[in-house]
């Protein structure tokens, strides 16, 4: 028997769960992902899957039962029965700037945090980012902490994220608590000396370099 007999067999004896995705009426197998329900069903453009693990935050979908509406990545959530799933679009560009190199010193870090997310201190704390978040982050409380100034912390908070930006279509202040987390990482990376294994090991590198470039000059 070949792979693909055997999965429709297995698929044959579970029991039917009916559901729509993108408004198709999709008939798909108990245990199935939303990803593989598509799939099966021939939903014809589903954009935004990738990793099919939960890691690259881009199969974003907001489903909705009876009255409830949450969202979620298609690839980590299992069909049921009466849902109705729309693949949601990638997300749009970011829309604070900045560049990590105009940051000179780390003191006014904070004056231009407020500056960059000036939205930031007016969390209005409805946890629609927690909510939403599918890997169970504290955002609120990582925007707390940006907001007070504690930027390593704030990182750590989010240091699971995988930038999906669900948190970002949740937030009714539109403060982007995906970019606050982001700004924190990278914030505290920059100030941050460098792991002295890595500076060792570029060292040893670029004499290395060195090395074989003089032998190559006196070669010649
Ligand atoms: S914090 Fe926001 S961007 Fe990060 S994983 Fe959670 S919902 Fe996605
Ligand atoms: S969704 Fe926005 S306003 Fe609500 S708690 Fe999160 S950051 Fe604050
Ligand atoms: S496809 Fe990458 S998180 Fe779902």
């Not at 009426?25 to 245990?31: D, F, I, L, Q, R």
């Not at 949601?88 to 006014?108: I, T």
């Not at 669900?166 to 505290?188: N, W, Y």
Request: glycine share 8%; aromatic share 6%.
């Amino acid at each position: 028997m070949t792979t693909s007999n055997a999965t429709a067999d297995k698929n044959a004896q579970q029991p039917g769960v009916a559901l729509t995705i993108n408004g198709l009426a999709v008939n798909a197998t108990e245990g199935m992902t939303l990803v593989e329900a598509a799939w099966h069903g021939g939903v014809p453009r589903v954009t935004g899957v990738g990793c099919l693990e939960g890691v690259c935050g881009s199969c974003r979908v907001m489903l909705r039962r009876g009255k409830e509406v949450t969202v979620g990545l298609a690839c980590q959530t299992f069909v049921e029965d009466g849902i109705d799933v729309i693949f949601l679009p990638p997300a749009s560009a970011p829309q604070h700037h900045y560049e990590l190199g105009d940051f000179k010193d780390s003191w006014d870090i904070h004056a231009r945090f407020h500056k960059i997310f000036p939205e930031a201190a007016r969390c209005r704390h409805c946890h629609g980012c927690d909510n939403s978040c599918p890997k169970g982050i504290t955002a609120e409380n990582g925007v707390a902490l940006a907001v007070a100034g504690r930027f390593r912390e704030a990182g750590e908070a989010f240091f699971e994220c995988i930038m999906c930006e669900l948190c970002d279509i949740a937030c009714p202040e539109l403060i982007a608590p995906a970019h606050v987390g982001l700004f924190s990482r990278r914030i505290t990376a920059h100030f941050h000396l460098r792991p002295p294994n890595l500076i060792h090991r570029l060292e040893e590198l670029r004499q290395e370099h060195q090395e074989t470039s003089r032998n190559e000059d006196s070669e010649e």
